[in-house]
């Protein structure tokens, strides 16, 4: 005898977050809003009254390249927290006498973003090191300001 009952328990599950999204796609942000550029470049020009009852353009709709002037595209980039946060993280060892900076949630080329650290920040080789299995860059001393102006800068 089958049971006519709903089954409140399967129940739908909700989105997933952006950052899930971007993460899974391999998408970077400057990628998606070239391609809302593109979304809206295109929505306006298929809105514009069709060219066979008007004259002609004579000039060809803007690209993404000539309107934006986005910086050249890295290969590493960060993920950012559930909170929106960069994932730049202080740390205090041996008794608080050695401080650290630790950089996490690294995509792509962590050797590249070392190297670029290293020079945007001026220190010397080892106080920038790199833990590979982690993904992590760790920088001695106190550089979260330093390091969150110089991913500010990337984005701009």
Excluded: C
């Excluded at 328990?9 to 997933?16: D, I, Q």
């Excluded at 290969?75 to 909170?83: E, G, Q």
């Excluded at 630790?102 to 962590?110: A, T, Y």
């Amino acid at each position: 005898m089958a049971s006519t009952l709903p089954l409140p328990f399967l129940r739908p599950m909700s989105l997933p977050r952006p950052s899930t999204v971007h993460k899974y796609l391999n998408l970077s942000r400057p990628l998606l809003s070239q391609t809302t550029t593109i979304r809206k470049a295109s929505i306006t020009t298929s809105s514009s009254p069709s060219p066979s009852s008007s004259t002609p353009l004579s000039t060809p709709p803007p690209t993404t390249a000539t309107t934006t002037s986005s910086p050249p595209l890295k290969p590493y980039r960060l993920i950012r927290t559930p909170s929106n946060k960069l994932p730049i993280y202080l740390l205090w060892k041996r008794g608080g006498n050695k401080k650290l900076t630790r950089v996490r949630k690294i995509e792509g080329d962590v050797n590249l973003l070392k190297s670029d650290l290293q020079a945007a920040l001026g220190v010397k080789e080892g106080d920038v090191t790199v833990n590979q299995l982690a993904r992590q860059v760790i920088v001695k001393g106190h550089m979260k300001p330093q390091i969150e102006q110089f991913f500010k800068d990337l984005q701009q």
